[in-house]
């Protein structure tokens, strides 16, 4: 069964979102949740399903992210078109405080947000490892470790996306922990097309001795 379409965002709403205009937004955000006619204003969506709380992660404005929170924390698990939540939405933006306040707030909330993934399988964790935000990542796997070891829909785990992305300091966040004796989940290794994250280590190392090579 489809799901319901949802009412479009007012525009100047969404405007107040994307230039971070905190009075604007207020104005739509009352502090009585009670009032039904308030609340409409501020549940539309943007063309791409975006919520006002993604619209907040994206552009990195952590008191819009606060205080929207505050007023209608269960829009932290809202899906987009893509069915993106603001936390992937914040971890792709490389919003390290923005996904503590979203971590924070779904434990308050003991909502499993951080486990939630996109249309192709994609964790906060993977939108992170490809950006190579490490900020983003440790907030992630010191709230939740297990989220190393989740595979996307095409066999890619959030290591593989680390390794891709070229930054050591990001591997060592996904890995450290169990590597040096922790009883965290072991990070998984998984690659597409049956690859490890190893694999990949090693085409960047020869790809990178390549390069150093051909002015010699």
């Known amino acids: 069964m489809p799901e319901p379409q949802r009412e479009r965002m007012n525009y100047v709403l969404l405007e107040a979102l994307r230039n971070g205009a905190e009075e604007a937004v207020r104005a739509f955000f009352p502090q009585d949740n009670a009032d039904e006619a308030g609340g409409r ?10 919520s006002a709380l993604h619209i907040a ?5 952590l008191e819009l ?24 939405c914040a971890a792709r933006a490389g919003a390290d405080r ?10 308050r909330c003991e909502e499993a947000v951080l486990r939630a993934t996109d249309r192709e399988g994609k964790t906060a964790l993977h939108a992170a490892a490809q950006e190579g935000h490490v900020k983003v990542a440790e907030v992630l796997m010191s709230a939740d470790p297990g989220l190393a070891a989740i595979d996307d829909n095409n066999g890619v785990s959030p290591l593989y996306a680390a390794v891709l992305s070229g930054s050591p300091k990001l591997v060592q966040v996904l890995i450290g922990s169990h590597a040096d004796g922790g009883d965290r989940p072991e990070a998984s290794y998984a690659g597409p097309n ?16 390549m390069d150093g090579g051909v002015g010699n």
């Open 57 to 61: 992660a994206d552009f990195r404005h």
């Open 98 to 107: 923005i996904v503590t306040l979203f971590t924070w707030e779904a434990c």
């Open 194 to 209: 049956g690859q490890t994250a190893l694999h990949a280590a090693a085409m960047i190392s020869l790809g990178a001795a």
């Open 65 to 88: 992210a606060s205080l929207i929170c505050a007023r209608d924390s269960s829009l932290l698990v809202v899906r987009n078109a893509a069915l993106e939540t603001p936390v992937h």
């Open 41 to 50: 204003r501020w549940r539309g969506v943007t063309v791409g399903g975006n």
